[in-house]
């Protein structure tokens, strides 16, 4: 069963207390591990993977939970005002107060980073044995500054560093995303490249051969770096960043339902 309307999560403290809203399904089966996912950067609880999966976790009984990131969705916040710390606090909170037992976490482009940054701070806490298994689609890990800074030309540099932010195209939105200099420097607290990083569980990554976003070499770093834990790659040659074909969908839940 789930509820017709998003329901809503009081997340963080003070003046950065706010409203996250989530859609949970409560599983008719317990054998199964319940699913997060967590969605990318600019989309929602209500993108075609996301639905697609909910269809798929009624069909099978099982239970998921979806939410969208401050400034996201029907969430509180200004998209513009979002940061890593940020969408990770809002990720942490939903897990812990919305499911039971183990769950596979699976994400999408930033979801796959996020994704990986929770699986370390349930780690710290003694709480990496809630997750049953991990998907990561076209992981953006340290998007902030692999694959924005990085990208970015001397003109948009100095532009963000003095007005405070940049307009960055993008083919998902017409006016584009508005990037914010706190989202560049608070990213630089939460870099996974350049040690050994830990999905605590195993892992399955589905890459598209054919992204612009996050190019396939980046998944080949980041199964580079995951060297503690079981991870298979699956690099799709013709596949794009949002891999929401159905081709490329029937993939993503044969990959979730791997670990049930």
């Known amino acids: 069963m789930i509820h017709d309307e998003p329901q809503f999560l009081s997340v963080g403290e003070g003046t950065a207390r706010r409203r996250i809203a989530y859609r949970r399904r409560q599983p008719a089966r317990k054998d199964l591990p319940g699913v997060v996912w967590l969605a990318g950067f600019g989309s929602d609880m209500a993108s075609t993977k996301a639905s697609v999966l909910d269809a798929h976790c009624a069909e099978r009984g ?33 897990i812990r107060a919305e499911t039971d ?9 930033m979801g796959g980073y996020v994704a990986l940054l929770v699986a370390r701070a349930l780690a710290a806490a003694g709480e990496a044995g809630r997750l ?8 953006a890990v340290d998007f902030t500054e692999a694959l924005m800074w990085a990208r970015a030309s001397d003109d948009e540099r100095r532009e963000l560093m003095e007005t405070g932010a940049w307009t960055r195209p993008s083919e998902y939105s017409h006016s584009g ?14 870099l996974l490249f350049g040690a050994t990083i830990r999905s605590h569980c195993p892992t399955r990554i589905l890459q598209g051969m054919q992204d612009p976003d996050v190019p396939y070499r980046h998944a080949l770093t980041l199964v580079e770096h995951m060297a503690g834990d079981p991870v298979a790659l699956t690099l799709i040659k013709d596949g794009d960043h949002r891999l929401s074909r159905p081709q490329d969908l029937a993939l993503i839940l044969e990959a979730i339902d791997s670990f049930t």
Do not use: K, N
Request: charged share 25%.
């Open 101 to 109: 037992g183990r769950v596979v976490v699976a994400g999408s482009s």
């Open 177 to 190: 995303y508005r990037i914010a200099r706190a989202l560049i420097e608070d990213g630089r607290r939460h």
């Open 62 to 94: 099982q239970a998921l939970l979806r939410f969208d990131y401050s400034g996201h969705g029907a969430s509180d916040g200004r998209f513009e005002d979002g940061t890593v710390s940020l969408w990770l606090e809002d990720a942490l909170a939903a």
């Open 132 to 139: 049953a298994g991990m998907v990561l689609v076209a992981p």
